[in-house]
């Protein structure tokens, strides 16, 4: 099963960006869109600096991510649907989701909710962004291979079929 996350251009390649700016480390943070007909839009993605970057792990602290979060959505439109989605970082390497990542995302899900992704960025092999989703399956974490869509930023969501922009190809 699969649970397809749709991927704003700009910030897929923001994220293969950051990854390819730190070959030697995993760099990461969070992830911030919505749902649109219960389908996860990623809009904005945010670094959170790990406390000591390393090549093999990227640590994530909730406070430093809670102060970015927050002043970034107290800059947004009142009207503006965004929030928190969930959680990047790089694997310099080939490798997608780790054991380690899987278990973060059924953890995360547990505590906060459903639907929230954990996308790994692998700079230089494709598909440049993998992940999974978590979702809650008859009150038991489930978790799903994303399948990513990036869209271009002016996109219409309320629009689909004609005048719209979709690939599959990512950055
Ligand atoms: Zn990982």
Do not use: C
């Amino acid at each position: 099963m699969t649970a397809r996350i749709l991927f704003r251009h700009d910030v897929a390649t923001f994220l293969v960006g950051a990854a390819r700016a730190v070959p030697r480390t995993e760099t990461g943070g969070i992830l911030v869109g919505h749902r649109e007909d219960g389908i996860l839009v990623v809009t904005h993605a945010l670094i959170v600096p790990a406390p000591i970057p390393a090549g093999d792990r990227y640590v994530r602290l909730d406070e430093p991510a809670g102060l970015l979060l927050r002043d970034f959505l107290d800059q947004r439109e009142e009207s503006d649907p965004a929030g928190y989605v969930g959680e990047w970082h790089s694997h310099p390497g080939a490798s997608g989701p780790s054991a380690i990542d899987r278990r973060v995302i059924h953890d995360l899900t547990l505590a906060v909710g459903d639907g929230l992704a954990l996308i790994v960025v692998r700079p230089n092999h494709n598909p440049r962004l993998v992940g999974r989703v978590g979702t809650i399956h008859r009150g038991g974490v489930r978790v799903f291979k994303a399948e990513i869509v990036v869209f271009e930023p002016h996109r219409n969501l309320h629009q689909t079929g004609r005048g719209t922009k979709e690939r599959t190809e990512q950055p």
